[in-house]
Structures are given as C-alpha cells and as structure tokens.
C-alpha cells in the first residue's frame, strides 16, 4: 500500500514538473503526436481502401451477358444448369429489366437513357465462383461458362481486385516499416528528452545517491515521465488521427454518394486508440529506461 | 565504529598514479569524536569518500558498523549509507525546494512512511534550531542557517555516525563555534562523529582526537581524549 502511494506521489510530481514547464512539455507532445500520427493515419486510410475494396470483393463472380432474343425461361433454365456446376456457388438473374433499373440508379445518367427507345441493356447472369482463390480452376470455368449457348459475353471480374489487393498489401507493409522507423523516433525523441532532465538534476541526482536512495529510487520519476509523454503524445495522435478524419469525411461522403454507395470513413475507434496511447506509453517507457540509465552510467564514471 | 587496516587508495592518471592515502590504520569506537586535519591533498577528502563508499579502496580493509566496505556489493550501498549522515562543505542543498522538502529527502528516499516523515523532520529541524525555517527555500536562509539544514539532513536518519567534510569552511567564527557546538551535542547523545576540518581553532576549542594527515600518511593520532 505504501509503496502504490509512493508510486502515485511520484506520478503526480512528474505531471506537475510537466506542467511547471508547459511550453517546453507541449512542444515535444506535439513532436511525439505528429509522429506518431503519421504511420496511424495511414494505417486508417488503407483499412477504409481496404473496406471499400471486400466490398466488391465478396467472392469473385463473373458476369455472363446473354444473348438478346434468350428468353426469360431459358435464362432461368441456364441458371439452373450452371447452378449444379461444382465450381460455381450460385447464380443470380438480373433481368434486362431489372438492369436498366439498376443502372439508371447508379449511373446518373437516368435522364439520358429515358432518351432511348428500348432498353440497350443484356440480361446478365451473375456467377459468384466457389474456386476464386484458385486461378487454375477458374480459366477452364470461365471458358466452359463462356461457351454455353446463349451466353454473349463471360467476364471475369476480379483480375483488377486481386492487383488492387496485393497493391494495398505493399502499402501496408511500406506502412508498418514506416511506422518501425517513426517508433523508433520517438523513442529517441524521449529519450533524449529525458537525458537532458537527468542532466539538469545532476546535482538532485548525487546528493540522493548520497543520503541513501537506491537506483530504481533514482530512476522512478524519470520513467514516469517518458510514460506520461509518450502517453500522452499517443493520445494527441489518436485526437490528430481523428479530426483529419473528421476533415476528410464530408468530401469522402460527397465522393461515397457520386458512386451511390453510403461508404462512410471509419477512424480508429476505441480499441485502436487506446493501443496507440499504450504504444506510446511503452516507448516512452523504453526511451526514458536507456537514457536515464545511459545517463546515469556516465555520471557514476565522473 | 570505523576499522582501517593498511588502507591504500591509488589513482591513476595517465602514466603516473597518484597515491591519496598510503598504508593507513586507525580505529574509531563508538561514541567517539575524532578531527581528521591536514593540508590540502593530504587525503582528507579521499578518506571521506572511502567511508561514504562512494569509491572502493585500492588495497587494505575498511570496516564501518561491522560492514566490510571494500566487499560491499553495489547494490547494497544505498542500504549502507541510510546508516550514515554527511555534511558537506556546500550543503548540497537542493535549491528547488523547501527547507521541509531538502531535510525530507533521506526519509523520502529510503521508503519511510509518509505519516512518519513530518514529526521527524520536525524533530530534526528542532536539533538544528530551525523549526520555524521549514516553509521556506534554502536561498533565503544565511550560510549558517543553510549549513544547519544540510546537518538536519544528515541526521534526520538517526544514523549512528556522522561524517562531515569541512563543515564551516564558509563560515565566521561565531557560527563556526555554534556548528561545532552542534556537533559535539550530537556526540553527547551517542552519535560517532568524524569532522574533516582545517579549523584548528576548534579542534584546540572542543579538546577531542585528532588525526593529522600529511602526503596520505598518518602522521599524528592523540589518540582517545576524554
């Protein structure tokens, strides 16, 4: 018990050392902040890509637009036949119709299709394949889906998606190394923080070596005060992370709504944040640990 | 209380070594008050941070409360020197914070209770006559009254030995006389002190042991005086 007061005590002077210098403790809280920032908002941005993209991802299908004069009873009846296929995981008919309804609603250009006589549009059957994953299955799929009667054009969409998919998987891994190296960053940011402190209470530091204070005495508020910065800097990250969010959220809804999808921009949430702010914390933690007993280590030498 | 047996402390500069003490011996028992005098470079110093512990000595045996210091493992040090009171000759004070906060700081550091720490410091601050001081910061305070806080620091531990290195080197001669009263006070009441001190005014004054230093030798002991 006396020592979690001995704790807190030690906890609550640091906060107020920091706060006796409030310029100097903003300036390196923004330095972290920013830092940390950076590798967290892209991070955000290529989840949101991401979310965008498995929504056209939800298993690779393949468009089959039929032939004009196929009627509506013998679409279905293909789409019973290609149903049985092992490969394929289902079917769905989309009527000329029900095409042109579709269209007129996502395009933009209703006005312009009431222009033409008729409808210019097949009636599609869409495939969705239960051997996406697989590239060697789906060629001779596609070749027989092509090759059944009536079937205009087969088309397999997700060529495009798989190059998307493995473009975001580089640029995550570019984000993680990046964010490896801004980690890195900080820790040297409060590191160096805090040999300047233990260079300032030289004199602090001797006289309670001297009457009797053990290392881990010694060392106390120092470890207490690259946690609180890094604590703190993570959580102005994740304040940074969130308003640019919140910036880039209205045009990202006017773009979402050009395309009629109600796509919303998603932050960082809770969870994340506060394991942005814990993050923070741990390499503040670190930082302090290797300077202060770098620091200390030079002082014993003298 | 304090035990030296053939103790050497050597250091090495470049390509000569400089010998600070030289083969020296004596014992101190509890309860008594020694003068250690010389001039400057005569290992005075030296002696003093052999028994503070802040450095190990070069060859010989070192004994204070029973505790070898030449075998005294690092970590055990902090441990060590909670049995030990040192004045020095700048105060070390901290001029930050309070005269409470500086008299505090052996209790804070040694994981004393905090309910305990107030009446403690009190007691000390009373020893050292300075009760009525403790709000306020050592830079207002006289070089005596500074000097004072620095001894209630020292004692506020209740350590049975009390080390003090030069202790009225910026003071006057009455506030000298008022420290060095303190001192032998504190002796009085059982506490084993070993002033550092060219004053030989009060060495002759308080009439206790002396110990001369000269080149890191001994070369004077009277021995246990009344």
Redesign the interface.
Known sequence: M??L??HV?VLLATLGQMTRAPLATLLTLIVIGITLALPSGLFVMLDNLERVSTGWDQGAQASLYLKRDVTEAAASKLARQIRAMPAVAGVDYISREAALAEFRKLSGFGTALNALDGNPLPAVLVVRLAVADDPAAVAPLMKTLAGLPGVDLAQLDIEWLQRLAALLKLAERAVAMLAVLLSLAVLLIIGNTIRLAVVNRQ??I??????????G?VRRPFLYSGLLQGLLGGLLAWLLVEASLLLLSGPARELAGLYGSNFALTGLGADQGLFLALAGALLGWIGSRLAVGWQLRQIALR | MIQLSHVSKRYLSGPSDYVALRDVSFTVAKGEMVFVTGHSGAGKSTLLRLL?R?ERPTRGHLLVHNKNLVRLPN?RV?????E?G?VFQDN?L?TDRSVFDNVA??LV???V??RDIPKRVRAALDMVGLLDKEKLHPIVLSGGEQQRVGIA?ALV?RPPLLLADEPTGNLDMQLSDSIFDLFHDFNRHGVTVLIVTHDLRQVERLGKRVLTLKAGEVVRDTGLVG
Not at chain 1, 206 to 215: A, D, F, H, M, R
Not at chain 2, 78 to 82: G, S
Request: cysteine-free; charged content about 20%.
């Open positions: 006396n020592y007061l001995r005590q004199t602090e001797e006289i309670i070596q001297l009457v009797g204070g053990t290392p005495f | 503070a802040i970590w902090p441990y060590y020197r909670r030990l040192v070390k901290l700081l052996p550091a040694s994981g209770a905090q620091r531990n």
